[in-house]
Each structure stands twice: as structure tokens, then as C-alpha cells.
């Protein structure tokens, strides 16, 4: 991050956690190296952990820790992921307004704009169409609630099996290529993890229903590139929706810019809040402080 980024953070950190010291890692001398008991991070270089041999655990500044289970390794402290429920209710909004996009057949709009055609197209009734999404955790609820509440059927697909009211919900292997074969949009938030790293390849897009859309805002590399381009060349798919991406920023020799049927965001759907942010870090230290135990550790294993 950069310095006026760093800046608004330990602002937000200090407010939110006056009784603790919150310090960047380069203005700490050897000894205080030796002390410091909480790392807060987002992008942080190893050594720099490695450099605070008492940590009892790291929290992660976003919600997406996979870089940080994979730089870290398993013989570091703990890690604390960004469970924000602003961010469930921003992230919500967003499924909610390129849910909508899609319904009323932006993309084609755009389209005969640029082709200056006047073409009026079917409305279709949110009622009318089945939104899947993959991944049932705090983004998925708080998604599918604002699904259901504008009308639209919602059904939901998982790694364990959940229970959501008025979402049908799906899990496994099978499960997940019946929530694909009836859905009209596929809604993606789930975190990249050994298991959903390429998940959506060639085989998963060909058994999504003809002329579905799928929304990306979990992680680049759960959606094959290549694969999904093909299938929009091929018009199996009728529109993406890619907030995320291997790399970010994207290449500029990306395929994704320039396709018709591509709508590229600069990973904007669910930013983080500071304040709100900071307030759930502090919380997670106040909690460390009573009773000793760590919140919310991720599960290396599972990866999140």
C-alpha cells in the first residue's frame, strides 16, 4: 500500500484500539521486534513475520487471506481473516446490481447503442430467473437475502452442506453441476483455495444452461481464463461479469478487454472500509486480550 493508504490505517487502528500500540514494522527497533504480540497486515513481505518471533497470531486487513496461507507456510503463527459485515452488506449490493444489469439486458443495449440500432428486448420478471451462487458463507447469505428480497429465485452451492432460508442449496461434486445446469446467472464469491483453483474450467462452463451469465467476485483463478473466453466465443455463455483476475492490475494484452461480451471492473465490488475494518481488527484483540484464545483462525487445511 502506499504511504497515504498506510497513513489512513493506522489512524483507523489507533482510533478504533487506544490502549494498544500500533506500530509500522519498519519504525520497530530489535526489541520491540522481539515483543510485538499481534502482526496487522495486508500484503506483508515473510521475513517481516518471520523478523517478530512472539506473534500470537497475524490479522489479515482483508478478507482474502489465500496469499498469506501460502507465502506464510504452516509454521507460522495463525491467521485472522477480515469477517467485516459491511463488507457482506456492500458485497450484497453489488451481486444485487449486476444481478439487475443482467436481467434488464444491459450488455445488449450497450451493444445496439454502439451500432445505433433501436431494439426493444422481453422483460424478464426477476421471478423468472434462477440466481446460483457458489459460496454460502457471510458474502453468500448476505447476497442471497438481497437476492430474495428483489425476487429473484436463489439457489446456493457449498463445500459443506448449508441451510439458508428460501435459497436451495446444493453440495459437491454432483451438487454443483445441478446449481449450474439450472441457473441463468452464476454468481462466484467463494475464496481460492487448493479446491476452488480452477474450478470453473471447460468441463464446469459447458454445464451451465445455454445463455447464462456468470458474475466473478470471489477470485481470478477459480474462473479458467482461456476456458471462459472460449465459451463466450463460442456463445455458450451470454455475458461475464469479472471484477477479479490472475494478475491485477489486468494485462493490457488481456482477451477480457476487448471482448464484446465482457464487462471488466478494476476489482472495486466490495472495497474495504477502514473504520469499519479497523473496528472488527480491535475487536479481535480485545477478545485475545480477555480470555487468551484467537478469533476466527483460518483453517490451513480448508485454506480460509
Not at 521486534?33 to 489479515?60: C, G, T, Y
Not at 463445500?159 to 445441478?178: W, Y
Not at 464487462?263 to 472488527?280: C, F, G, K
Request: proline content about 8%.
Amino acid at each position: 500500500m502506499d504511504a497515504e493508504e498506510e497513513a489512513s490505517w493506522l489512524d483507523a487502528l489507533r482510533l478504533a484500539m487506544p490502549a494498544e500500540t500500533v506500530t509500522p514494522f519498519r519504525a520497530l527497533g530489535d526489541e520491540a521486534r522481539q515483543r510485538a504480540e499481534i502482526a496487522i497486515v495486508a500484503n506483508p513481505d515473510p521475513s517481516d513475520i518471520a523478523a517478530l518471533p512472539k506473534l500470537a497470531f497475524v490479522h489479515s486487513l482483508w478478507a482474502g487471506v489465500e496469499r498469506l496461507v501460502s507465502e506464510l507456510g504452516p509454521g507460522a503463527p495463525p491467521i485472522v481473516r477480515l469477517v467485516d459485515p459491511s463488507m457482506g452488506r456492500v458485497m450484497a449490493e453489488a451481486v444485487l446490481a449486476w444481478t439487475h444489469y443482467l436481467q434488464r439486458d444491459m450488455p445488449a443495449y450497450a451493444r445496439q447503442q454502439r451500432e445505433h440500432r433501436w431494439a426493444p428486448l422481453p422483460y424478464r420478471k426477476p421471478e423468472s430467473m434462477i440466481v446460483g451462487l457458489l459460496g454460502l458463507g457471510a458474502l453468500g447469505a448476505a447476497a442471497a437475502a438481497r437476492l430474495l428480497d428483489a425476487g429473484f429465485r436463489v439457489a446456493g452451492w457449498s463445500r459443506s452442506p448449508k441451510a439458508l432460508p428460501g435459497v436451495e442449496t446444493f453440495t459437491g461434486d454432483e451438487g454443483l453441476a445441478a446449481l449450474l445446469s439450472k441457473s441463468d446467472v452464476v454468481v462466484c464469491l467463494l475464496p481460492l483455495t487448493a479446491a476452488t483453483r480452477d474450478l470453473l474450467d471447460a468441463r464446469r462452463l459447458a454445464e451451465m444452461k445455454p445463455d447464462a451469465a456468470l458474475i466473478n467476485f470471489g477470485r481470478g483463478p477459480i474462473v479458467v481464463a482461456a476456458d471462459l473466453i472460449r465459451a463466450l466465443d463460442e456463445e455458450k455463455l451470454s455475458h461475464a461479469v469479472l471484477d477479479v483476475f490472475d494478475k491485477e492490475p489486468l494485462d493490457q494484452a488481456s482477451p477480457f478487454w476487448a471482448h464484446p461480451n465482457v464487462t471488466v471492473l478494476p476489482h472495486i465490488t466490495a472495497p474495504t472500509d477502514h473504520a469499519t475494518a479497523a473496528a472488527v481488527v480491535a475487536s479481535s484483540v480485545r477478545d485475545f486480550r480477555l480470555t487468551g484464545r484467537i478469533p476466527g483462525h483460518v483453517d490451513l487445511t480448508r485454506g480460509y
